[in-house]
C-alpha cells in the first residue's frame, strides 16, 4: 500500500506544489488529502447510484451494496491511504525514499518558515494518539493540535453526514449511519498517523467533502415511480395444492323425500328496520286523522332516527344531524335524492368502503337503513367545522399545522388505499376539524372499490373541477395518484387560502382548466413544503410522491423542529351543543 500512497504523493506534488511557506511537500499533503476525500464521495454518489434502481428496498442485496460500499470508499481507502502516506514520510526521515523518486526524496530536505526540514515536520513527530493524550508544554501548540486533529475531523463528520443524507433522498436515512459511522471507525482507527501530516490530509479532505454534496446532488433521487413499486409488498406466492389421492367411486345414495310431517317451513318474509316499514292500512288511517303531515314528507324524519338539522345538500343526496332514538346517540344521516336501483348499489358501495376502513382519521359508519324517503346511510357525527371553514374564518394555516394535516390525512388515505378503496373527492370541505383540532376524513360518496363498476350518472362530475387531478379531469380512470394530488390540493389550500389552480368564474371553466393541466398559480411560495407541493401536483402521475413518502417526509421534517405530527392543526373550537 505504501507504493500506491507514494504514488498519490507524487500525484498531488504535481498537481499542487507551491514553493513557498509552508513547503511544497506539505501544500501536496494537503492535496493528497483532498485526492483521498474523493474516494468517500464517489462512495455517497454509488449509494445514489444503487437507489436509482432499488428505491427504499433496504433489505437484501441493496443493504450488502449500501453496506459494502461504505466499508470500502468511507473506511478502507481513505485509512490505507493516509496510513500509507504517513509510512511514506517516516521513510524518508529515516533516510530511505519511500517509494518517491530520489529527487522529490531529496526536496524534502527543504527548510521552509516556521516548518523547518520538510522531512522531519512531515515525518519525524509524534502520532495523532501521543500528541493529544501526551502534549508538550506549549498550550498555543496543544491548542492548534486539538483544532486540526479533533475539530476538522468533527466538521467532515458533518459533511459525510450530508452527503449520506443526499444520497438517500426521497426515502428513510437510517442506512446513512452505515456511511458515518464508516468514517468514524477510519478517523478513530487512524491514530497511529504522524499528526502533522494528519493536519494537513484533514486541511484537504474537508472541503472536497463539503464541495462533494453537489455530484451526489447532480445524480438525483430515485423517481417516485421506483419509490412506489419498492414500496410495494411483495406478491404471496400461491401455495401448490398437494397431489389429489383418486377416490374410489361410489354411487350417491338414492334420495328419500323426507316424511310430510318433517317437510321444513317456508323462510320467513323478509325483514326490514323499523324505519322502512310502511305503515298498515288501519295506522294510516288513523295518522291521517291526526293533523299534521305524513311520515317521509317533513325534514322531521320519523321512526327510529329523529332528524334534527341538515347539514349538507348536493347532487348525490342530503346528509342530516339525527338522534338514534333506539341508541340514544347523535349521528349523521345520509339519504339520496333519487332512490333507484343505480343510487342503492352506489349507496351500498360507499357502505362497504366505508365498514372495510378501520382509522382513528375517517369517518365511521354504522349502518344502511331504509328510511320512507329512501335508502339512508348511518354514519358518525362529527363535532367541529370543515376545514374550508376554518380557513377562511381563522385563515391559512402555518408549516407546522398543514404539515400535520398533510401527514394525518395522508395515513387516512393510505389506510384506505390498503383496502383497494379510492376517496375520489379530496377536498377542504370533505375534512372535519373536531373540537380538539384533529383532522378526519368524510364523505366517501363516490368512492369506489377496486372491481366495482363505475356507477355514475350520464353528465355527472365525478369531483370537485378545482380540486380535481389532471388525469381524471381528462377522463382517465383515479387511482391513487390522484387521491394523492387531490390531498396535496387540499393541504395547498390551508397554507394559501386558495385552490392550487386559482378560482374560475364556473366550474366547467375549472374543469378545462384541470383537464389541460394548467400548473398550479397559486401555491404557498414562502411554505417550507412548497418543494414537495409541487412535486406531488405533478401533473403526471407517475412522478408524485406516494402517500407513504409524503408521510414520511413531512413527519420527518416536524421531528427536526421538535413538533409531534399528533398535534391538532387549528385552534380549538367551543364544541356545538
Known sequence: MESIASALLSLAHRLFQPGFCPGDWVWATSMAGALIALSPVAGAMLVALVRKFTGNRYSGPALIAIAGISLVFVLLLPLLLATGVSSVYRDVFAGGTGGLTTGEAGSLAREYCFVGVQSEYLGGGQNIYETLFYPSDSVLAYGYYLGGLVGLPILALLAIMLLGRVALRRGPKWPGRLMWGSFVAFALMSVGVEANTAVHLWLGFLPVTVLGVIPVALVGPPSWSVIQNSDRPPEPKPRPEPPRQPQPSQQPPPYVPPPPSEVPPPPPQKQYPPTSVAPSPEAAGALAAVPGPMPGTTDAGSGRFKRIRRLGHGGFGTVWEAQDTQLGRTVALKIAHAPDRDTEERMQREARALAMLNHPNCVRVYDLVEEPDGLALVMEYLHGQSLAEAVDTGGALDDVSAGRLWATLASALSAAHDKGVLHRDM???????????????????????????????????????????????????????????????????????????????????????????????????????????????????????????????????????????????????????
Open 427 to 577: 377536498k377542504p370541505s370533505n375534512v372535519i376539524v373536531d373540537p380538539e383540532g384533529l383532522p378526519h376524513l368524510i364523505d366517501f360518496g363516490i368512492a369506489r372499490s377496486k372491481g366495482d363498476s363505475k356507477l355514475t350518472a350520464t353528465g355527472m362530475m365525478i369531483g370537485t373541477p378545482d380540486y380535481t387531478a389532471p388525469e381524471t379531469a381528462a377522463g382517465s380512470p383515479a387511482s391513487p395518484a390522484s387521491d394523492a394530488w387531490q390531498l396535496a390540493a387540499t393541504v395547498s389550500y390551508a397554507l394559501s387560502g386558495y385552490p392550487p389552480r386559482g378560482t374560475r368564474e364556473t366550474p366547467m371553466a375549472a374543469l378545462m382548466a384541470a383537464a389541460r393541466a394548467e400548473p398550479p398559480s397559486q401555491l404557498p411560495r414562502q411554505s417550507v413544503h412548497a418543494r414537495l407541493l409541487i412535486a406531488s401536483l405533478d401533473p403526471q402521475p407517475r412522478n408524485r410522491p406516494t402517500l407513504n413518502a409524503v408521510r414520511r417526509e413531512v413527519e420527518g421534517w416536524l421531528a427536526r423542529v421538535g413538533k409531534s405530527p399528533d398535534g391538532p392543526v387549528t385552534r380549538v373550537v367551543p364544541k356545538v351543543q
